[in-house]
């Protein structure tokens, strides 16, 4: 360990508890709260504030006058005010910032623990909310699968568990030296807008600004072109933030529900939803709103030999000539039979032009995208916005700001290298749906790669922290996304269609696997087992992928495997089809006989 002035020394004793952490220090030395490891409770703004303000049950500080402990579960900070005098001997404290609660951050903060981290290495938690959404789960959140808390991870007990100062605010910019500054004395920090929860005005915020010597970016993306196309934002369901999309349909159903109460006719409460989107999330929300409200508006033939009308009408508007079109004939083939299945209907070739407070007027084109229609309004009770991903504000407010290169495309995205770093600069990374890799094409946006950047993230924000200031020479991992993944789409029944080397695959067993997929990232940041696990040692980084296969069986014989794969009956186990699909991943032989076997069993049928 670095040596280490007694007298700049705090040690931060972790308890027994996953929520309390006790700052010791010496009778004699003047410290702020905000500079340790803890929970920042938002009032929480300055030093002066923080010392003379009163105990309440949101902040995590308990002073102590004790003699100092050097114990093995002992966590040595620097103070945090590099002018002050007492810290000329002192190893110099590292800051790492983490601005997002995203997929690949939830695994840094996880992984770089007050356990395993270097003493002098300070690690900042910054996000809007309290709780982080996982995309994977909330259109089964949608169809009632799961609850709200199920499907989002506490950012709050997870960085109280990880010694990880967490800061529920806003990232409004960023200050950063010029070039031929890099190497001065000027400090580098992030801009926080924070709201005072003690104000009876809710307006009331204070700007806080974070030092920092590493900065990584994970804050996913918005949704494309919901405030720029006339009436969206004002009529539709937008599916970010996700929380306010669960939350609205929530208030829709209630109103849906007090209707079919008061009205004397069930004709009065047909419902129209517009899903706008054809990308996998627009599909899964279409089947989502088909499960959760097409038990609440059965069908009625009104006690006649009428035909039977259903209440519920649902349409997915897409702009492409087919749904999915990078699939293969089969997977595209059994997608659309699954949306006859649960009558969804699909109108393709469709560009929202404005949006009423009763009607999506849409602009329909040709095939060949060069002739272009009459305008076509489509009536709606409820309209949920789906479209594809655009850059966050946040990532052009730093390009103006600091200079930090972005797509020059109308989307934003943060531009990085094979490294996940900034090409404009090096002490700033950045994953998830956020960024754009510049040296090879970039992989689409979803949450998987996210997922799987984190163990590279974890490892280069170390690497970075760890080296000696100036050297540009550090040896930084290379994150290689894969050329495809498994895909799975929720039905809302109970079953899922899935994606796999161009072969479709459905039933209940696909479901349980995705349930089981989602359900074993999820359980990673669960408060409750991670205080059952046992006490890691510093450097022990977990830079595993987390659904990483271990001690799997020998695999099954190609054509049992293929005929697997293709059954859809209740009966198949999950596991073992999973297993089929890892061994065809890991080889390319038995995955090439496998498929040879999957194109015959299906010719068959």
């Known amino acids: 360990m670095a040596r280490i002035a007694k007298a700049a020394i705090i040690t931060a004793a972790i308890t027994s508890s996953a929520t309390s952490t006790q700052l010791v220090h010496r009778s004699s030395f003047h410290f702020s709260p905000l500079s340790f490891t803890r929970i920042l409770h938002p009032s929480s703004l300055t030093r002066k ?56 951050h939830v695994q840094v903060i996880k992984a770089l623990n007050s356990r395993t981290r270097p003493e002098n290495i300070h690690v900042t938690l910054i996000d809007l909310q309290s709780s982080a959404s996982y995309s994977g789960m909330v259109p089964g959140c949608v169809a009632k699968l799961y609850t ?40 580098k920090l992030v801009h926080v807008e924070i709201k005072d929860a003690n104000s009876d005005n809710c307006d009331v915020v204070t700007t806080k600004d974070v030092p920092f010597d590493v900065v990584s970016i994970d804050i996913g993306s918005t949704t494309r072109d919901f405030t720029t196309v006339p009436g969206a934002s004002q009529y539709c369901i937008s599916t970010r933030p996700i929380s306010d999309l669960v939350r609205r349909i929530e208030i829709e159903e209630d109103r849906l529900i007090e209707r079919l109460r008061s009205t004397d006719g069930l004709s009065n409460c047909e419902t129209k939803v517009v899903v706008v989107g054809g990308g996998a999330a627009g599909i899964e929300l279409s089947l989502a709103m088909r499960a959760r409200w097409g038990n609440i508006l059965k069908s009625t033939n009104n006690g006649d030999e009428s035909p039977i009308k259903s209440l519920l009408s649902i349409t997915l508007l897409d702009s492409n000539d087919e749904l999915m079109p990078g699939e293969s004939l089969a997977c595209r083939t059994a997608l659309n ?50 479209t594809g991903a655009q850059g966050h504000d946040l990532s052009w407010k730093l390009h103006e700001q600091c200079g930090i290169s972005i797509s020059k495309d109308r989307r934003g995205w943060i531009l990085v290298n094979q490294y996940l770093q900034s090409i404009s600069h090096p002490y700033i990374f950045a994953a998830g749906d956020c960024c754009e890799m510049v040296h090879r094409k970039s992989p689409p946006k979803a949450g998987v790669y996210a997922v799987r950047a984190g163990p590279i993230l974890i490892t280069n924000l170390m690497r970075s922290l760890t080296c000696d200031d100036g050297d540009d020479n550090t040896e930084l991992a290379q994150y290689t996304p894969q050329d495809d993944f498994l895909k799975l789409l929720m039905c809302g029944d109970g079953t899922a269609l899935g994606f796999r080397f161009g072969i479709p695959l459905y039933g209940k067993w696909v479901w349980n696997l995705k349930n089981h997929i989602d359900l074993m990232f999820m359980d990673l940041f669960n408060v409750n087992n991670l205080k059952k696990e046992e006490r890691q040692k510093k450097g022990d980084y977990d830079t595993t992928q987390y659904d990483a296969a271990t001690n799997r069986p020998p695999p099954l014989n190609p054509e049992e495997a293929a005929k697997l794969l293709v059954r859809t009956d209740d009966d198949v186990d999950f596991q073992v089809s999973w297993n089929v699909l890892r061994n065809m991943i890991a080889e390319d032989d038995y995955k090439d006989r496998v498929l040879h076997f999957v194109a015959q069993v299906t010719q068959n049928v």
Not at 73 to 78: D, E, K, P
Not at 163 to 173: A, L, M, S, Y
Not at 339 to 355: A, F, P
């Open 337 to 386: 039979n699954l949306m006859e299945k649960y009558r969804i209907g699909v109108r393709h070739n469709l560009i929202v032009s404005e949006v009423t407070s009763a009607h999506v007027r849409v602009t329909s084109r040709s095939e060949n995208n060069n002739e272009l229609r009459q305008n076509e309004e489509i009536p709606y009770t409820h309209c949920i916005w789906a």
């Open 148 to 187: 709200l808390d199920q499907v989002q991870i506490d950012l709050h007990s997870l960085a109280s568990w990880a010694g990880t100062e967490f800061i529920q605010g806003k990232v409004v910019g960023m200050t950063l030296p010029a070039p031929h500054e890099e190497t001065s004395n000027k400090q």
């Open 49 to 104: 504030d923080a010392i003379n303000r009163p105990k309440h049950s949101h902040t995590r500080i308990i002073d102590a006058r004790a003699q100092l402990s050097y114990r093995k579960n002992t966590i040595m900070l620097a103070s945090s005010s590099m002018n002050d005098p007492l810290n000329h001997d002192v190893a110099k404290l590292k800051r790492l910032v983490l601005i997002g609660g995203g997929h690949a």
